[in-house]
Each structure stands twice: as C-alpha cells, then as structure tokens.
C-alpha cells in the first residue's frame, strides 16, 4: 500500500523535485538563522500534486524546530492552518511527537543491563536503533545488542516492523551473513542480538587507508555477493547494501550487517503489513537503485546488486558513483546521469571488470544481472583470469614508499592524476618483492613516464563523410538547439567547451547548461565571459582580452562551485568579476540561446549568431594550465555530452551524442551550410 507522499513524489517531474527540494533547504537555512519563513508563504506559489508533496516534506521540518525551540505544537493549529491537507496523514505527524507521549522527549538512560545480558560498550547507530557491545553474563559471550530508539519504542507500527526483523535474520545461517542469535524485550525496551564480529566495515576501511588494492576490492565484494545470493534464496532483499553495511574481520572475511533491515520479499507468503507504511525511507542514497528510488516497493534482487556495484566503485575510488549537495540530488542522479567509468580513477583497472561494474548498475533492472548468483560467476571468473605476474622483487624500501605512499593519498586525492593512481595501486597490489635494486628503479621510472603522459582519448564515434561538408549555422534570432534530459549536480564540477566561429557581435549565451546551479558561456560587450549560479549567489566573469569575429575560436570553461576559469585557445586568460544576478531556471542544455520560456523577459534576446563546430560537457577540471587545441572535440573519459555540428547529413534535425550516454539534442531553427 503507498503512502500520500509516496503517490506525490511519484507523479512529480525531476524539475519540481529540484525545486521542492530547494524549498526545503531555504526552509531549513532560515530557521538555522533565527528568521523561520512562514510556511504558508513558501507554499503560495505551488498547486496541486506539487503543493502535497512540498507540504508533505516541509510540515515535519517546521514541526521539528519548533520542538527544539521549545514551541507547543497542536493538531489543531495546523488543521486550521492548512484546511486542504490530509487529516488523517497530519494526525500522523502528531501521534509520537513530546505532547502525544507525555510532554518530554529525553532520552531514558539504557541500564547497564538488559535481561542476561551485561551493557559494555557502544559500538554505532542507525535509522532504526542504537547498537551496544554486550556480554551473555551466564554463558561469557560477547554479543552485539541491537535496542530501538526510546523516541519510537511505543510506536506500534515501529514494533511491528522491529518483530518482523528479527524474523527475517532469525531465518539466515550463512559465514557472510552476521547471524541474528536473541530477540528480547525487557523492561519495555525492544532488543535484537547478533553475533559480534571484531573487525572494520569497509566504509571504515576506506576512509582510514583510501580505497582498495583490485584484489581486496574484488574479494569483498565477491564474498557479499555470495552472502546475498544466500539472502535472496531465501526470501530476503537487503534493501541498504553498502560500505558500513560490510564488516570485515582480521581474517579477511566479509560478513553483510542489518540484513534485519531487509523486508521480506512478497513472494515468501509474508501477509505482513509492507515494510514501507512505516514511513520510514529504506535505503542510503549514494548506493540507492533507481527503480528503489521511484518506489522503494519495486526493490527485489537487482536493486541489492546495484547498490553492490556502487559500493565496488567506492572501494576502488574512495569516491561515490554519483554525489549531490543533497540526497534528492543524489537519487536524481542515479536516475539521469551517465554512469561513470572506473578507468578515469585508475586506467590500470582490467576491462573485464569495468563491464561487470557497468552490468551491476545499469539504470534499468533487467539490463543488470538478474541475480546474485550470476556476479559471484562472473567475479570467480575474474578472479582465476591469470595476470600478469612480475618476474622480479621490488626491494623493501620501495613496498615502505607504497606505505607511506598510501598513508598520504587522501590528502592529495584532489589532484593526483590516473596515472599516479595506477602507480600507487601496482605498488600496493603486488606484495612479492621483484628483486634488484636497479631493476625496480626502471620500473619506477616506468611508472612515472605513465604519470606524465596525458590519458589516450577514447576513439569518437565515426561520422559519415561525404565529398561536402557542412556546418550549422545560427541566426541571433531564434535558433538553438536543446538536449533537455541533461542536468547538472549542483556541487560538481564540470568543464563546458565549444569550437565557434562568432559572427555577430552581440550579447548571447553560446552554451546555457540549465538547472538549479546552471552555468554558461557568452559574449558580452565584444568579450567572452562565464557565469554560474550557485544557490542564491551569482558569479560572472569577463574576459580583458576581445573577441575575434569570423575566425573559430576554442572557448572553455571551468567551473568549480563558485570559481571560474576561462580558456580560449587553450590560453587561459585573465578576466573581471562583474556583478549579475542569474534567474532560477530549470534543467536542460541548450547551445546557441535558450528557449523563451526558460529565462526572464528581459533576458530572452540572447541568441549566438555565427556557426558552432563542436560542443563538449565534461566532468571535473579539464584544464589547469595551457593546453594544445584540436579542430574538433573528442570523447574522453570524463566526457558527459558531446556533439559535432560538422555533417554531411543535412536533412536531420537530431543531432546524436556523440559520447554514447544518449543525450541526444534537438535543432530548431538553426541551418546547415558549407563551410567559407
């Protein structure tokens, strides 16, 4: 059964989740200040299915800190307030607030012991309850004890979804799986035991030591992906497959935590109340399966396998697949965003792993691997494929620079390139020493040739040529072209770049890459410049040099949150703040203007005019420092977006991405010419 809020989120388009979730950050932001917006006039401007939803995400956050402010908050009050909300889902938010239990939430302290078992130590938390080392007095075991928050212990739908936990785990017996041993409840207080592992959960692991040798990465994941074949036999969807959900031991071995948290699947007869009318969101962003995002109902087994593909990526790159400033951003991403390719961290990476990894979290269901059992076959594979072995042993004092190489990587993980990466990984993963001295220094001179050496770019996509080529060209006046299911991540950065040819001298946007943190490209006063919006604040620059009408120019931009670079001709050159306000705007890329109903009255007329040859929409910072120029642009490892203007074919109106994400773009009213 879904929830009020689940059916609106579900019939919102990705704009108006941006927006609502904006709302909610200025909300927030505003409280945090002392200045708390009234919520009703947050709300004016909304109607319909995306009033509910903004509602349903903003009622609870004002409820929140009026508690923490001390404010007595009544049913009443806000029924009288918001007449057209649900009663029945309002009456919700007030059944386990401080004035329905009593007037006080403060916490109970946990006594030092609980039935048979003796409190030691606190060992983490998580959405559902506190976790405590604890000893079995009478049979001297050390235990981990799983209670449930005091704030929720007298929901009765909490309970119930706390009993059908503990009947879940009770159900698996299996070495990668922690084993669920005791269910109490003493005192009033709800407790789950589990085995407890001494070890480090591989979120840990990373964190502290960076990310993992390629064996390491692999063997971890080969073993939970065994544990979870196991759980999905069984009945059992995890529903929260990530790093801190890994715990591995001194021994190597990998055990999944919280499969209490898995809800049982509809297929094993359950008659249980689904897991979800709880309210309560399954699942972690970074590593959330787009379909479970859409509708956490519609996670079965393939879900549990993306998110164990994103948790190899992390172990691999220390990073996530997709990060945003929120976690709607983030889920947005899982859902429009190209996926990305393990070999930009590291090129060394084997390219049978790469396409398992693509497999893993392909964006639809039945185009991963339909079950557990299929990645464990093919990670054995993987992991029998004879390598390369080294003929020689790498002296001590080189594994010592590896060490302390390693040490230091999360320091200068901003900057290190792929090849320092690949270098570092060699030394880490190759623990038999290669003998001699003078052999390991041409190695080491090896690996620091592969530093310098820019990454190959990937082959472009071949384009028909015929005996005459063309080019589009735009009028100033209305033409343009729009791929509109690319957005971009607010806190990322991003390099956008075009090969032109100006022939008007006016204002105009070259490139408008729209969306709640959008950035673009133009000509103003006779001078290329950049802009980005980022949150509330605008920032814009101009370059000090002119431009050069009839002539192609390579024009690049790097945009890093709320620094600006701009290259032409691969020169960077210096440029002026200027002051501007850039329009909230929605998503979309749109080269040569933008259409009339995305900007401001006043700042419709900004359409190019002249001829533009390449386009390229790159993640991260491609440029730092002079660099050579190209005719026409190409596709590398970082590229989201990429389009050639240059075609023979004159009678499309598409023109096809050329990176093979998909973002294909639309011409209106541009034209195609022979070149001059």
């Known amino acids: 059964m879904s929830t009020p809020r689940d059916r609106d989120s579900n019939a919102l388009e990705a704009t108006q989740m941006l927006r609502i979730n904006r709302l909610c950050n200025e909300f927030e932001a505003s409280w945090q200040a002392g200045t ?73 302290p946990l006594p030092e012991r609980l039935g048979d078992y003796q409190i030691i130590g606190h060992i983490g938390g998580g959405g559902m309850g506190t976790v405590y080392k604890a000893l079995h007095v009478r049979m001297g075991r050390v235990v981990a004890l799983k209670v449930l928050r ?70 971890c994941i080969l073993q939970a992906a065994r544990g979870l074949d196991y759980a999905h036999r069984q009945g059992i969807i995890h529903r929260d497959v990530k790093p801190a959900n890994l715990l591995r031991d001194a021994g190597g071995v990998v055990r999944i935590l919280d499969m209490g948290l898995a809800r049982l699947d509809a297929d094993s007869g359950s008659s249980a109340t689904d897991l979800t009318n709880s309210g309560m969101v399954l699942g972690t962003a970074a590593y959330m399966a787009p ?208 090969i032109v040819i100006p022939e008007v001298n006016r204002l105009c946007n070259v490139i408008s890459w729209l969306g709640p943190n959008w950035m673009a490209i133009f000509l103003s006063e006779g001078r290329w410049g950049l802009a980005r919006r980022v949150g509330e604040e605008s920032h814009l620059i101009h370059a000090d040099v002119p431009a050069v009408l009839g002539k192609p120019v390579h024009v690049a931009g790097v945009f890093q949150n709320k620094e600006l670079h701009l290259f032409i001709d691969g020169r960077p050159v210096s440029a002026q703040n200027s002051e501007f306000n850039l329009p909230e705007t929605h998503g979309g890329l749109y080269i040569g203007g933008v259409v009339k109903d995305q900007l401001p009255p006043d700042q419709n007329d900004r359409f190019f005019g002249g001829r533009i040859l390449s386009v390229r929409i790159s993640r991260g910072l491609l440029y730092k420092a002079p660099f050579q120029v190209t005719r026409s642009l190409t596709k590398e490892t970082q590229t989201l977006a990429l389009y050639h203007f240059e075609s023979s074919q004159v009678e499309q109106k598409l023109i096809k991405d050329a990176s093979g994400h998909g973002h294909d773009a639309h011409i209106h009213n541009a034209e195609w010419v022979t070149p001059q």
């Not at 903004?54 to 009622?59: G, N, P, S, Y």
């Not at 029924?79 to 649900?86: V, Y």
């Not at 159900?171 to 109490?184: C, E, G, K």
């Not at 590291?346 to 792993?353: E, N, R, T």
Request: proline share 7%; hydrophobic share 45%; charged share 20%.
């Open 150 to 219: 005091p704030e929720i212990q007298q929901n009765p739908a909490l309970i119930q979804r706390f009993d059908r936990e503990v009947r879940a785990a009770a159900r698996l017996t299996h070495p990668h799986i922690v084993a669920a041993l005791d269910a109490r409840e003493q005192d009033g207080v709800h407790f789950l035991i589990t085995e407890f592992i001494d070890g480090q959960d591989l979120q840990a692991m990373v964190k502290d030591g960076g990310p993992l040798p390629v064996a390491a990465a692999v063997d």
């Open 291 to 498: 379909e479970q995002a859409r509708d956490v109902r519609r996670a079965d087994a393939r879900a549990d396998i993306y998110s164990l593909g994103c948790t190899l990526f992390f172990l691999l790159t220390g990073r996530h697949v997709y990060s945003g400033a929120t976690a709607l951003d983030t889920v947005l991403s899982h859902l429009s965003q190209p996926i990305p390719l393990l070999t930009d961290v590291d090129a060394s990476l084997p390219v049978a792993l790469e396409r398992i990894f693509h497999r893993m979290v392909a964006k639809e269901p039945a185009d991963r691997y339909q079950t557990a059992a299929e990645v464990v076959k093919e990670l054995e594979a993987l992991q029998l494929a004879p390598a390369p072995a080294p003929a020689r042993h790498i002296p001590t004092s080189i594994d010592t620079a590896a060490t302390e190489i390693r040490r230091n990587s999360q320091d200068r993980s901003a900057t290190r390139s792929p090849g320092h990466a690949a270098f570092t990984r060699v030394l880490q993963f190759n623990p038999r020493v290669w003998g001699g001295v003078v052999v390991a220094m041409i190695l080491a001179g090896v690996a620091v040739v592969a530093v310098m050496r820019p990454a190959t770019p990937d082959p472009t996509p071949a384009v028909a040529v015929a005996a005459e080529r063309f080019e589009l060209s735009f009028d100033g006046v209305s033409s343009y072209v729009v791929a509109p299911d690319l957005i971009p991540i607010a806190p990322e950065a991003y390099t956008l770049e075009a």
């Open 36 to 108: 708390p917006r009234p919520l009703e006039k947050l709300l004016n401007d909304l109607t319909g299915t995306e009033w509910q939803a903004a509602f349903r995400e903003l009622l609870p956050l004002e409820l929140e800190y009026r508690r923490r402010a001390g404010q007595t908050v009544v049913l009443d009050e806000y029924a009288a307030r918001f007449p057209q909300a649900d009663r029945e889902w309002l009456a919700s938010l007030f059944v386990t607030s401080a004035d329905s239990l009593g007037g006080s939430t403060t916490n109970s």
